[in-house]
């Protein structure tokens, strides 16, 4: 029972993650190996703490890029100084 839940799961994380394009799949990957790391060792739920990783990986994403983006935009607005 256990085994086939699991390969539930992550038939539909596969599907969902083939689904999203890799534009908004970043740090999905990498929150999702530490995740589930994480859930493994925090009572055999590595597959929750891979979803969950993958969740908080992809909004840590999205805000770093949005942080960087701001940024491009806060330097491109500066004037030019002269020496």
């Given amino acids: 029972m256990k085994a086939g839940f699991i390969r539930t799961a992550l038939a539909a994380m596969a599907v969902s993650l083939a689904m999203a394009g890799t534009a908004n799949a970043a740090g999905c990957m990498k929150g999702a190996v530490v995740g589930g790391v994480a859930g493994h060792y925090a009572g055999h ?3 929750v703490g891979a979803v969950g990783g993958c969740i ?10 949005e942080e960087q983006q701001a940024a491009a935009q806060a330097g491109q607005h500066q004037p030019a100084r002269m020496q």
């Fill in 45 to 47: 739920h590595a597959v």
């Fill in 56 to 65: 908080v990986g992809r909004h840590m994403a999205k805000k770093h890029a």
